[in-house]
């Protein structure tokens, strides 16, 4: 499970009964839940960090001999109004970065319009079904940016280039890429922290969103303990 900040590792970390143990891997350090399958990343802020950090976890895993059944990047977004309020939670069906590509003159081109890479990553549908029934979490497209959306202008391209986007993040693009350079399934679970829009910090209810990721962890490890990754 890779969040972007220690605050929100702690969150999921609040859904676990034991205490943590913390396991030093080459470029990372995990910190791991007595008693459960789950090790807890914070994997750092933006795509790029996210992307070399979880790499280095799913390496190392892999390495040990013991290599991770599922990854899922979690932590608080941004939410597009009225799809996603505060304290909501979303789960990704489409997992899409939101500005690589190319402005040209008429309008923004995703990489794979040049003929190159890849835009969006799909988690495995029956997983997505499991963690919205389980913790309520809309299901929808969740966008990964570089850079946290300050106006209604950009809110609104954004809507209008991605109409099923219920959500707007900085990491999730790049722990799929990781993900699925190792050939593991991936999730992203988000806690709407403020709306996408306007820059407004006061509005930003953070306390609220790690609240609801705790909530949403506790309810699904269970949830996820009958999905055999084999199947
Ligand atoms: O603009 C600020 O003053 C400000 C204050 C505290 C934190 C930030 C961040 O940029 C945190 C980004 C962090 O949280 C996720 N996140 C939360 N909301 C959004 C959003 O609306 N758009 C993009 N990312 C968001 C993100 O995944 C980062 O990990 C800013």
């Known amino acids: 499970m890779a969040t972007a900040v220690p605050a929100e590792r ?17 470029g ?4 791991r839940p007595d008693g459960s399958g789950w090790d807890l990343l914070a994997a750092g ?44 939670l979303v789960v990704a069906d489409e997992i899409t970065a939101a500005d690589l590509g190319a402005e040209t003159a008429d309008g923004f081109l995703p990489v794979t319009e040049l003929g190159f890479g890849t835009v969006t990553h799909r988690p495995p549908a ?19 940016g570089s850079t946290v959306t300050g106006t209604a202008a950009r809110a609104d391209a954004l809507r209008t280039r991605h ?28 806690a709407v922290s403020n709306p996408v829009g306007p820059r407004d910090r006061a509005a930003w209810r953070i306390g609220d969103a790690l609240a609801a990721l705790t909530d949403a962890f506790g309810k699904l490890t269970p949830a996820l303990e009958s999905w055999n990754p084999h199947e």
């Open 10 to 26: 702690d969150a999921v970390a609040g859904a676990f009964p034991g205490p943590l143990r913390q396991l030093p891997r080459p």
């Open 28 to 31: 990372v350090t995990l910190h």
């Open 45 to 88: 802020v933006g795509p790029a960090l996210a992307a070399a950090s979880t790499a280095a976890a799913l390496t190392a895993a892999a390495l040990d001999g013991h290599p991770y059944d599922l990854v899922v990047s979690a932590g608080i977004a941004g939410g597009f109004a009225p799809h996603a309020p505060l304290g909501s």
């Open 126 to 144: 029956a997983l997505v079904r499991t963690v919205a029934e389980a913790t309520g979490a809309r299901p929808g497209t969740v966008l990964t």
């Open 163 to 190: 109409p099923r986007a219920l959500a707007e993040a900085m990491e999730g693009f790049g722990v799929a890429e990781a993900a699925a350079a190792h050939g593991v399934p991936v999730l992203e679970l988000r």
